[in-house]
């Protein structure tokens, strides 16, 4: 199986720019994006982005060790975000720079104990961790609760210029 993203031009545009936004002790921003999901004859599955919900300033939680940590509250707001439309889940963030970034050790330790938590909510849908760069991503998707992630295989800005992005390297 297969794993690709479609995002609208405007709707990555306003997100990468959300996710530059200074915050008084976090060091990064986080935000969720709900999608659709088909899964294609051959099995592949595409996300398609829909929406996007940055977490309030009052919802990060001080923590030296990280660039940032989100309380419950967050995780709550981006989960109801899903389940009234839905969606699948993507909770994201960026590490800036240029090229295919790569999730941090962190990232990958922490999304893999709450993304599965996402299938209490949305049991149905696939759910996804994304770390974007300001041209490219890099991306998790979780097809059940008890399935190991897969990366996604590419990402597509929809809109003029389209773009792909984030390939494997």
Same mark, same amino acid.
């Given at each position: 199986? %297969?794993? =690709?993203? %479609?995002?609208?031009? %405007?709707?990555?545009?306003?997100?990468? =720019? +959300?996710?530059?936004?200074?915050?008084s002790?976090?060091?990064e921003?986080?935000g969720?994006?709900?999608?659709?999901?088909?899964?294609? +004859?051959?099995g592949?599955?595409?996300?398609?982005?829909?929406?996007?919900?940055?977490?309030a300033d009052?919802?990060?939680?001080? *923590?030296p060790r990280? $660039?940032?940590?989100? $309380?419950?509250d967050?995780?709550?707001k981006?989960?109801?975000?899903?389940? %009234?439309s839905?969606?699948?889940?993507?909770h994201?963030?960026?590490?800036?720079?240029?090229?295919?970034?790569?999730?941090?050790?962190?990232?990958?330790?922490d $999304?893999k104990?709450f993304?599965?938590?996402?299938? *209490?909510?949305?049991?149905h849908?696939?759910?996804?961790?994304?770390?974007?760069?300001d041209?490219?991503?890099?991306?998790l998707?979780?097809?059940?609760?008890? =399935?190991p992630?897969?990366y996604f295989?590419?990402?597509? =800005?929809?809109g003029?210029?389209?773009?792909?992005?984030?390939?494997?390297?």
């Amino acid at each position: 199986m %297969k794993a =690709q993203m %479609k995002i609208p031009r %405007k709707l990555l545009a306003g997100i990468r =720019q +959300d996710l530059r936004r200074p915050h008084s002790f976090a060091y990064e921003r986080i935000g969720f994006l709900t999608a659709g999901a088909v899964r294609m +004859d051959n099995g592949d599955v595409v996300l398609l982005a829909r929406e996007y919900q940055p977490v309030a300033d009052e919802d990060y939680v001080p *923590n030296p060790r990280v $660039g940032a940590m989100i $309380g419950p509250d967050a995780m709550r707001k981006g989960l109801q975000l899903a389940y %009234k439309s839905r969606s699948a889940l993507v909770h994201l963030h960026t590490h800036g720079g240029t090229g295919r970034p790569e999730f941090s050790g962190v990232d990958l330790d922490d $999304g893999k104990k709450f993304v599965p938590s996402f299938f *209490n909510v949305v049991s149905h849908m696939p759910h996804a961790l994304l770390v974007l760069s300001d041209d490219s991503a890099r991306g998790l998707l979780w097809m059940g609760k008890t =399935q190991p992630p897969v990366y996604f295989e590419g990402f597509t =800005q929809i809109g003029a210029p389209l773009l792909k992005f984030g390939g494997p390297q």
